[in-house]
Structures are given as structure tokens and as C-alpha cells.
């Protein structure tokens, strides 16, 4: 407790989450969450390979913790909390999912989170088993000590019952939780576990406490990863009727929490122009033609909790609206079915990049691929949080930052290879300390992770890509189908035990 409570402040400040009403709010008639997971799983497994009993047991939740446990407020009285943990398949392990906090928690949804990281695992060929947790309750009404006790009380649960280890499941970051959260999991569980991994048990830590570089913004930088590879391939852009290339094209972000500010950032700092941003408490619509500057609206929402109110911009209080602005891009990045029958219609984006876990419900993707709008996937796009989280784990369990049994020696290399050339063919002249700094800089940890996110965004993109060309099916097909299929080989090689 001492340790934490004098940690820098910087991980510590308010954490702003994109809020919007979840999947029960959606049009009548809608699937559920785990239902429309379910019905994508079928759409593929219709053409995989594997036979029907292994695509059962690939299907199925293996476990699901439900949790009921008191929580005495700073007021005096006692509430009951109730929280879950879905460890989806165990086909590899640790298993791995984040721990979300909202209101609308419940199990169902739960599962279906489980399912998409087992699936979102497999397909950027991390050694991983997909597993979620949620804790019923609306962080904001909460005080720090309240949410502490919560946090380590749930954490303590989970150690009770064997659902957390770094060998066992691994939680991380989601809606409502961030790097304060993740320290005080391993807090707890290094006070209940004598455990030489311990720092292993969870992702998403603050540097201090076991986190890595890059971690925060891996999710936003994953998704432009693979929208900038969408926008370099001609056969992407052909077919939708745009140049190559994000530079000038429009973007609408949906939710500006931590995928949508950093998705935000990465399109602009690439020359793409976000015309909206919807917030429930208040939407943006440029009005100068230029786009909204994401710094100045990241500053602002820090300074007053809100993007409303936003000076440079329109504010608009019905952002359900926004989704429906002509555009070339848009970007949900906040909660599941937020694109349904009842809005799908009235899309007028030419592509949809699913930043958030399951925003578009299967009767409303049959919708808009009606009207020619592509959609890539969840499964995919937003990988780049477990890929980083993965790089977390391996750094934690070899007790040593990347970078640094190498750095050093790669600039001593480097070093020797320009006075070689220097020597040889510089005539007597040598390049500026300035260039020279640049060309034998050695790798950092940060370097290390952004390349290592890099090269799983882009080949997973290009088998995912490669895949619905041969499959004749469409992205998300395509990315469940490979997804499927390397879990199946896993039960093949491995057999069932017993």
C-alpha cells in the first residue's frame, strides 16, 4: 500500500471513457452480443476445415466465474458487488482478456468478450487462450480508496479460485479500468502468491510497476496500422472509389477514450482530417474545413471532463447523430452494437474500422455490405492491445527490458561501420554529430515494441486480406476462418485430454 500510494502521479490522473449505451440498447430484434459473436463464428466455421464436434468444443465457454462479494462505502453502508470472469478456451495458456468496469456488466456479454480474445489471439498467432472479466459497477461513482477496495477484493477472488497467475490468466486494461487498476491486481496478488512471475499476472502496468513502453497507445496504433495498409493496396482503394493513401480523407471517431484518442492522433499525424468526434455527453463537428486538432480537444477534455463545449468546433448533443455524417471513414472505438438496424440505413461512411469490440451487429453488416460499405474487422483491428500486453508478459517473465543486453553494442557497431566508411571513402571528410547520432542510434524498448506491433498488424493483415480473396468472403470471414483453423490444429496436434 505505502509503495503504491507514493507512485508518480501521471498513470494515476482522471481516465476519461468513451460512454455510450451497450448492446441492450440496441433495436428490437437485434442478436445479442455473444449471439452475433456466435452467428460470425458459424458464418466461418461453415468453411473451415475442422469437423463439427471440435468446432463445438471451439465454440464453447469453458468456465465462467460468477462473484458476489460486500463493499463497505465511505459512507458507512454496505453494498453487494457482483462481477464475473470467463476464461473462454484453454486450448493455450495463460489465458488472456481484460477486466472491464461499467454498469451493464453481466455474463452473457462477459462470455462473448472471452470468445473474440480467444479468436483475436489466434489469429495474430499469440500463444494465448481468450478470457474477460467485469466488475458491475459505474467507476465514476465511486471514490479512489472505493475502487481500490473493489479492485483488490475482486483480485483477491480470482486468487481464491485459481483465475489469475501468470500461468493461469492474465487480465489487462479495459472499459473503466487502466494502469492504476492493473497495479493494484498485482499488488494483491504478490501479497497472496509467493510467485517470482508475479509481475506477470497482469498487463497493462504503469512503467513503474512492470509496463512497457508503447503499451497505452498499441490499441489506436495497431488500428492505424492496418488502415494505412488498407489505403496503400489498390484493390482496397479501387474498390471504394478513393486515391491511395489516408492523407485527405475523412474521418469520424466515435468514442475518445484511450483507442480513440490515439486512433485520432495517428490518422492526423498521417494527414487524415477528423471532421466529428461523438461523446454521449457531447459530440464535435469541425466547421472549418481543416478538421479538428486532436491535441487541443485531448487538452480541453482533460482540463473540463468533457469534449463539449470545445471552442474550435460545433458541439453536438445527439452524437448518435454524427455516426450518420457523409464521410469517407468511420471509426467506432467505444462500446459494443453501436451500428445496428436501426441506424445502419443511414450510414453514409464508404469504410467502417471497427476500433471497438463488436460495434456492428450481424443484420446490420448484411446492411451495409448491401450498400458496398467494407468493413474491417474487430478481430484484427484492435489486436494491437494483446499483441503489446504479450510483449508485456515475455518482458516480465524474463525479469529484463528489451533493448537492454543490445542497445549499446548495436551503436558500437554501428559506430565502427561509419569510421570504416568514413576512412575509406569520406576523403577526409566525416558527417555531422547530428547525422551520426541518427545512424547509429541502437534500439530501444519502445523501438523494439512498435516493430514487434508492426510486423503482427501487417502479417495478419495480409494473410487476412489474401485469405477473403481466395475464400470469396468478406474480412471479418476471413479473420474468424483463420482463427479456426489454428485452434483446430492446436486440438489435433495436442489431442483431449484425458
Not at 475502487?147 to 479460485?161: F, G, N, P, Q
Not at 498487463?203 to 488502415?227: M, N
Not at 464508404?350 to 450481424?362: S, Y
Amino acid at each position: 500500500m505505502r509503495r503504491l500510494l507514493s507512485l508518480k502521479p501521471q498513470w494515476s490522473a482522471i481516465a476519461f471513457f468513451p460512454r455510450f449505451k451497450s448492446s441492450t440498447c440496441v433495436a428490437t430484434g437485434e442478436p445479442t452480443f455473444l449471439e452475433a459473436v456466435d452467428i460470425y463464428f458459424e458464418k466461418a466455421a461453415k468453411l473451415a476445415a475442422a469437423t463439427p464436434d471440435i468446432l463445438n468444443q471451439i465454440k464453447a465457454c469453458n468456465n465462467l466465474l460468477k462473484l458476489q462479494f460486500p463493499l463497505k462505502r465511505s459512507d458507512g453502508t454496505v453494498q453487494l458487488i457482483e462481477a464475473y470472469r470467463a476464461q473462454h478456451s484453454h486450448h493455450r495458456l495463460p489465458v488472456k482478456g481484460g477486466i472491464r468496469m461499467a454498469p451493464n456488466v453481466e455474463a452473457n456479454e462477459t462470455m462473448a468478450l472471452a470468445a473474440l480474445m480467444t479468436f483475436k489471439c489466434a489469429l495474430v498467432d499469440i500463444p494465448f487462450g481468450g478470457a474477460k472479466g467485469g466488475i458491475k459497477v459505474d467507476p465514476t461513482k465511486y471514490c479512489l480508496l472505493e475502487k481500490e477496495a473493489i479492485v483488490r477484493r475482486y483480485t483477491s477472488e480470482l486468487v481464491k479460485k485459481s483465475f489469475i497467475g501468470p500461468a493461469l490468466d492474465v487480465p489487462a486494461p479495459d472499459y473503466g479500468t487502466g494502469p492504476q487498476e492493473m497495479a493494484w491486481i498485482k499488488d494483491t496478488y504478490e501479497q497472496l502468491r509467493s510467485d517470482i512471475n508475479g509481475s506477470a499476472c497482469v498487463t497493462g502496468k504503469p512503467l513503474e510497476e512492470g509496463g512497457i513502453h508503447g503499451r497505452q497507445e498499441a490499441t489506436g496504433l495497431g488500428v492505424f496500422y492496418c488502415l494505412r495498409e488498407f489505403f496503400n493496396s489498390e484493390d482496397c482503394v479501387n474498390s471504394l472509389g478513393l486515391n491511395l493513401g489516408i492523407k485527405g480523407k475523412s474521418f469520424i471517431i466515435q468514442g475518445f477514450g484511450n483507442v480513440g484518442r490515439h486512433t485520432s492522433t495517428f490518422v492526423q499525424e498521417a494527414g487524415g482530417r477528423i471532421i466529428a468526434i461523438a461523446e454521449l455527453g457531447g459530440g464535435l463537428v469541425d466547421e472549418s474545413g481543416a478538421g479538428l486538432d486532436v491535441g487541443q480537444v485531448q487538452r480541453y477534455q482533460e482540463q473540463h471532463g468533457t469534449i463539449s463545449g470545445f471552442p474550435r468546433a460545433k458541439t453536438v448533443l445527439e452524437t448518435s447523430s454524427l455516426l450518420e455524417l457523409p464521410c469517407d471513414v468511420l471509426i467506432p472505438a467505444a462500446l459494443e452494437s453501436q451500428i445496428h438496424t436501426g441506424n445502419a440505413a443511414r450510414i453514409q461512411a464508404k469504410l467502417i474500422v471497427e476500433a471497438a469490440n463488436g460495434p456492428v451487429t450481424p443484420p446490420a453488416e448484411k446492411l451495409l455490405e448491401e450498400k458496398g460499405i467494407i468493413i474491417l474487422p474487430d478481430l484484427l483491428l484492435n489486436a494491437g492491445g494483446v499483441t503489446v500486453s504479450y510483449f508485456e508478459w515475455l518482458k516480465n517473465l524474463n525479469h529484463i527490458h528489451f533493448g537492454r543486453m543490445s542497445r549499446r553494442m548495436e551503436e558500437h557497431g554501428k559506430k565502427e561501420l561509419l569510421n570504416v566508411l568514413e576512412h575509406q571513402f569520406g576523403n577526409g571528410n566525416r558527417l555531422s554529430e547530428e547525422v551520426r547520432k541518427v545512424l547509429t542510434k541502437g534500439n530501444t524498448e519502445a523501438d523494439f515494441v512498435s516493430s514487434g506491433l508492426e510486423e503482427t498488424m501487417l502479417v495478419t493483415w495480409e494473410k487476412v486480406k489474401n485469405t477473403a480473396k481466395q475464400r470469396g468472403c468478406n474480412f471479418r470471414t476471413a479473420a474468424y476462418l483463420i482463427a479456426i483453423e489454428r485452434i483446430a490444429a492446436c486440438y489435433k496436434v495436442n489431442g483431449i485430454f484425458p
